[in-house]
């Protein structure tokens, strides 16, 4: 049997080191085995996913040493590789699950589905679906249908009983069939879930084993259910430790940068990164910490994975990214910079912002050193100018920071639409309300434009100064943040 693995990211946003880490165990296990590992792009969510972030976590994963065999840049023999060219084959195998009684059609309104969530946890019992519509005449059903009644398709679960299921690294794993609920397979606008779609792709591209987060545990059982209602071997899994905080929280962005794009950035090299990644809940059979990505494949084990929460540290990746230049030849260490900060795609993005306001190629430092390394460390005294109390400015930073958790596309003029309607709910001339965001972003009262500097320093970057700023100002406590986050979600319900 050939190995073959693979990585499903959907492009819906930055690329994620979560989604690096998991490539990479997928990579190495294949090329060990000497495999196949591919590349499918899981775009289901059409209101989401954008062309952008799918270049951008292409880019990545190459930037990081990455490469597949098959995939929607090079193709393959079981395309398309995107999940959004393949809605007929999903619309094909849901129709056999209906046939064969494995799946019904559901027309339950939100409303009704909502009503039903409120009765059960009034009760105390676990939410889920009711079964309302599992036993609808066919011609019902088809009648329905034909009148253009909007609908989903899930599958059946056994009432009683247990769903055992095996995995490569934790063993047996046992989930009472009560826990489980009737999962949509089809959604309303004709796409598939994830949970269809992942085992259908899996089947027909001949996955033979996947590691996959720990979060999908509780995903095993419907996903075991479809592979045996369609009479298919099911994959080998496992599921691999999630990432953490140094204080053992799940990594988040709200907590750490997560973006592969800040590491590049902000001046890793892609091969530390990888490195580093490699590390996370495996080690090698000589514990050295420094290893090639040839290494990492040549010495890759299952069994050499701990199930312990690996902690992401940027402090222990800053110590590995200079054990690496400190390595490199003078030669090689100049073209490192060059290819960090003199690329001439990232010099375009500058030159509109610094041209007009040269007049000597002197003149060039002091402008960008805010936008090439890390801004001049806050203090408290570094806001003294604000017109604004402190906690009037740690307001304007955690709303800001919520807007732009949610945003999506990170655009001068978008950002600037972004802060500008926050400033006008929270009833706060626009000057003000942006000089916290000045002095966060660029340690400045004047500096290039904002939001022009904020597009060239991406998301992550901007997140994590913005955070920066908050605890410059003393931080906000829990007791704070919850009556910050309240304030916030009353201003987004008067906004709508």
Known sequence: MTVRTRIAPSPTGDPHVGTAYIALFNWAFAKHAGGEFLLRIEDTDAARSTPESEAAILDSLRWLGVTWNEGPDIGGPHGPYRQSERQ????????????????????????????????????????????????????????????????VVRM?????????????????????????????????????????????????????????????????????????????????????????????????????????????????????????????????????EQFSMTEFAEQFSLDRISLGGPIFDVEKLNWLNGQYLRAMTPNAFMDAIAEWALNRDRLAQLVPLIQERTERLADIAPQVEYLLGDRIPLT??????????????????????????????????????VCKSLADDMEIKLRDFLYPLFIGVSGRTVSLPLFDSMEFLGPDVCRVRLREAIEALGGISKKLGKRLDKAFDQLDRAAQ
């Open 88 to 151: 007929a084959i999903y619309s094909e195998h849901a129709d056999k699950l209906i046939s064969d009684d494995h799946a019904f059609v559901c027309f339950c309104t939100s409303e009704r589905l909502d009503e039903v969530r409120r009765e059960q946890q009034s009760a105390g019992q676990q939410t889920k679906y009711d079964g309302h519509c599992i036993g609808l005449a066919k011609d019902e059903v088809a009648a329905q249908i034909a009148a253009g009644t909007p609908h």
């Open 156 to 288: 059946k679960v056994p009432e009683e009983g247990e769903c055992v299921c095996s995995d490569a690294l934790r063993g047996e794993i046992r989930i009472p069939y009560a826990q489980i609920d009737m999962q949509v397979l089809i959604k309303s606008d004709g796409m598939p879930t994830y949970h269809l779609a992942v085992v259908v792709d899996d089947h027909l591209m001949q996955i033979s084993h996947v590691l996959r987060g720990e979060e999908w545990i509780n995903s095993m059982p419907k996903h075991q259910l479809l592979y045996e209602y369609f009479g298919w071997d099911m994959p080998v899994h496992a599921h691999l430790p999630l990432l953490r905080n140094p204080d053992k929280s799940k990594l988040s962005k709200r907590k750490n940068p997560t973006s592969i794009s800040y590491y590049r950035d902000s001046g890793y090299l892609g091969e530390v990164l990888a490195n580093y990644l490699a590390m996370m809940g495996w080690s090698m059979p000589d514990e050295r």
């Open 380 to 417: 408290e005294s570094s806001f003294a100018d604000s017109k604004l109390e402190t906690d009037q400015l740690l307001a304007i930073l955690h709303h800001i920071g919520r807007r732009f958790d949610e945003q999506r596309s990170w655009q001068r003029d978008e950002l600037y639409q």
